[in-house]
């Protein structure tokens, strides 16, 4: 499977921003997504992931009550709603996916990745 994330730009604090992972090929409905950001000088980290169905969603702690995921499997994209943004926020922002059903928040789980989608967040 091949992922493409876009949405991403410049935005205020307190503001939101939604992020798009389209993927390639017919079996999307068969892979778990999940997104990872890295901001510089820092590790990749884990944000958010969703099961192959999308009744299933995982997220890291800073990400619950601000961040949603969610999926249309029609259409083969994916979804990460980001609210009240922050600027630690700030970071180049991953799509990536397994095989699987399970929205696990390890990085190594993933075999597939697309190219980042920069968010920066002003003052």
């Known amino acids: 499977v091949q992922l493409q994330a876009s949405g991403g730009g410049l935005v205020p604090a307190g503001r939101s921003l939604r992020l798009s992972c389209a993927a390639s090929g017919r079996t999307f409905g068969t892979y778990v997504v999940g997104w990872f950001r890295q901001a510089p000088g820092k590790e990749r980290e884990f944000v958010a992931a969703?099961?192959?169905?999308?009744?299933?969603?995982n997220y890291a702690d800073f990400a619950k009550g601000r961040f949603t995921v969610s999926r249309d499997n029609a259409m083969s994209t994916v979804y990460l709603e980001m609210n009240s943004l922050k600027l630690e926020d700030t970071a180049l922002y991953f799509c990536a996916a397994r095989y699987g059903m399970e929205p696990r928040g390890r990085r190594d789980d993933y075999n597939y990745w697309g190219q980042g989608t920069q968010v920066t967040v002003s003052s």
């Open positions: 969703i099961s192959n169905s999308g009744d299933t969603t």
